[in-house]
């Protein structure tokens, strides 16, 4: 099954080599492009096909049959800033959920050939090497994070977050994709990952990849991943810098906040 999923991902990243257009969706910094909806459709198709019955999340704008027992849960281009502005920091991510439990997670970097896989139970692996997430204590860790791109009022929170945690780790660094970041975790490339709030699709296979390969990664204050709604999301390599990074976030994030955060359901 992972070698069938991994080949219809490699096909669609063809679509992305192809020539493309550019649209505002609510915003100039929610923009979406041919490709992505190209990617996306041809994913939809091919999926349902090898999958059917299968249910669909996808982030354009693609919600079906959610209550089935398999769910494809798909951001075509992750990244898509990057994408259409020719950055190379860009991923299509694909998870497969069984039940409301992913065990499936595909994430396929086109511009720099890097593949990430994960199945339940069976490690993670990157470009067919095991992966596994860095020993750093959190004095040397590079912490990925995010502004809250789609929700500006946020911002101040993120900073006041960021700001303390910039304080007591080594470094931060914003690819402006959070599936290569939680790879990029799982693969001992950085150790800790904050974002306010972010949408199923945009971590459902990293989150896969990064548990597989010795992460953890949870909603706020070590909430369950429910894979419906937005949330604001937390990892780390180890428990230790993960308890250390949750009590920053909690100085400053409360539940009445993560509550509103979750409220946005993205399943229909
Ligand atoms: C991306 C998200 C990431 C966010 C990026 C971007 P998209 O998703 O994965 O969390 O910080 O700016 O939004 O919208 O490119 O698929």
């Known amino acids: 099954m992972l070698d069938h999923i991994i080949a219809i991902v490699k096909e669609a990243a063809a679509l992305t080599r192809e020539a493309f257009s550019v649209h505002n969706k609510s915003g100039d910094a929610d923009v979406v492009t041919t490709a992505d909806e190209n990617v996306q459709r041809f994913l939809h ?22 209550d089935a027992d398999y769910v494809w849960i798909i951001d075509p281009i992750d990244g898509t800033m990057n994408f259409s502005r020719g950055i190379r920091h860009h ?5 497969l959920a069984h039940k409301g ?21 069976r490690g993670a692996f990157h470009n067919g090497k095991p992966m596994a997430v860095s020993d750093k204590p959190f004095r040397q860790g590079l912490l990925c994070t995010a502004m ?18 910039y304080g007591e780790c080594s470094d931060i660094r914003r690819f402006g994709t959070a599936a290569l970041e939680l790879c990029y975790l799982a693969d001992g490339l950085c150790d800790l990952y904050f974002e306010i709030r972010i949408f199923p699709w945009d971590y459902a296979a990293g989150y896969l990849i990064l548990t597989e390969a010795g992460g953890i990664l949870t909603g706020f204050a070590g909430d369950p991943l429910t894979l419906d709604c937005t949330t604001p999301l937390i990892g780390a390599n180890n428990e230790e810098n993960y308890r250390r990074l949750s009590e920053i976030v909690g100085r400053y994030m409360t539940r009445s906040l993560s509550d509103e955060i979750t409220a946005q359901r993205v399943d229909g």
């Open 45 to 66: 198709e091919k999926l349902a096909c090898y999958l059917p019955g299968s249910g669909f999340v996808a982030e354009e704008g693609l919600s079906a049959a959610n």
């Open 148 to 165: 809250s791109l789609y929700r500006k009022e946020y911002t101040d929170v993120c900073l006041d977050i960021i700001r303390d945690a």
């Open 91 to 95: 991923a299509i991510s694909v998870a």
């Open 101 to 121: 439990e992913v065990i499936i997670g595909v994430v396929y970097a086109p511009a720099t050939d890097d593949l990430y896989v994960a199945q339940k139970g």
